[in-house]
């Protein structure tokens, strides 16, 4: 099966700077890959995803770039703010319909 | 838009007793419903898929006797901890698919299952 790997594990960032979270993933026939943001007693939350026909997306202060030859993909968050504190996951599209996903990474923002 | 509850948020039960968690989606008509589980700072793992109309799909190494899942309409699917006791105390969470194989997952909030 699909094997997701996500690093590091805590990411702490001074507010305003930037957030990279790294992702490699096993499958080389995996086509979609979301990210999820989950805050402390919550559900995850969607926050952007992308697919394999193409290399970057952004949404205001995330993108997302992939790169299939190397098989990871990474989520960038600029102009951090406290509020975007919380634990990320990396998931990988697999089978018919099913997500693997990385362990997490939790990120502390520093005001 | 892609809403999906829970209901309840939490819940303490006592041991031997069963507990339903109902999972919905709002505003989306969900042909697939997943069912995980996680433990403090750990990942999430799937216990189950269901497709409303028909029966559950177990992951390897979860009791389907145990957790039982009902997927009655394609915005309802239940869980259901029968005799539950200590260990099964944990976060539950669903999530919602709207269209066949186009993997898109939207969270409902979880719940808190404590048994006493």
């Known amino acids: 099966g699909e094997n997701v790997e996500q690093h590091p594990s805590t990411l702490s960032v001074q507010e305003g700077d930037s957030a990279v979270i790294k992702c490699t993933y096993s499958d080389s026939a995996s086509n979609y890959f979301p990210w999820y943001k989950q805050e402390l007693g919550k559900g995850p939350q969607l926050i952007i995803d992308?697919?394999?026909?193409?290399g970057e997306k952004k949404d205001q202060r995330i993108a997302v770039t992939l790169n299939k030859t190397a098989k990871h993909f990474s989520l960038h968050i600029t102009e951090t703010q406290p509020e975007d504190s919380a634990v990320y996951f990396c998931a990988s599209g697999y089978g018919n319909n099913r997500l693997a996903f990385g362990k997490g990474n939790q990120v502390v923002v520093i005001p | 838009g892609a809403v999906v509850s829970q209901h309840p948020s939490w819940v303490i039960c006592k041991s031997g007793t069963s507990v339903k968690i109902e999972c919905r989606s709002l505003d989306f008509q969900a042909t697939t419903m997943f069912w995980y589980r996680q433990f403090p700072k750990q990942s999430l793992m799937l216990m189950a898929t269901?497709?409303?109309?028909?029966?559950?799909?177990?992951e390897q190494g979860v009791e389907k006797d145990k957790f039982l899942i009902n997927h009655a309409s394609l915005t309802l699917s239940t869980l259901t901890v029968t005799s539950a006791h200590p260990e099964d105390s944990s976060f539950y969470i669903c999530?919602?698919?709207?269209?066949?194989?186009?993997?898109?997952?939207?969270f409902g909030p979880g719940t808190r299952l404590t048994v006493t």
């Open positions: 269901s497709n409303e109309g028909s029966k559950a799909t177990y």
């Open positions: 992308i697919r394999s026909n193409v």
């Open positions: 999530s919602a698919q709207g269209l066949a194989g186009k993997y898109e997952q939207y």
